[in-house]
């Protein structure tokens, strides 16, 4: 897969708000038993990521963007991102493990923004 392409309508379908349009994105470049995995939660396919996907649009702030470019290592790739909320900003490491040229597995990891404030206290 075109790891360009991998995050441009990934990023796209976190912030599709319409449930058929990001099924249509999500099985473009996931695997149909892509299984995703969160420090409290493992999803199972498509349709349970856009469900998720959906219950995090419930909050009006909610907006996915990335920060850089995804990096590919061998049948992997890494794409740096911030999730804005109505809390805090979180940054995020979404780890894609690459098959047959869809993300069959997809790892999430997360952690609330350092402010400056924060480091001035340190």
């Known amino acids: 897969m075109e790891l360009e392409k991998l995050q441009n309508v990934h990023v ?3 912030n599709e ?11 473009s470049i996931y695997d149909a038993d892509i ?20 219950k995090l649009q419930s909050d009006p702030q909610f907006f996915f963007s990335s920060t850089g470019e995804i990096e590919g290592l061998q049948n992997s790739a ?5 999730i804005q ?8 490491m979404d780890f894609f493990i690459l098959e047959n040229g869809k993300a069959k597995h ?3 990891f997360m952690s609330p923004e350092q402010t400056n404030a924060h480091i001035n206290e340190i």
Request: charged letters at 30%; glycine letters at 6%; hydrophobic letters at 40%.
């Open 35 to 54: 299984r995703m995995y969160d420090k409290d939660f493992i999803l199972t396919g498509i349709k349970e990521i856009s469900d998720f996907i959906e």
């Open 78 to 82: 890494r794409l740096y991102g911030k």
């Open 17 to 27: 708000k319409d449930a058929a349009e990001r099924l249509k994105l999500l099985n």
């Open 12 to 14: 796209a379908a976190w």
């Open 106 to 108: 997809y790892y999430a």
């Open 85 to 92: 909320t109505s809390g805090p900003m979180l940054n995020s």
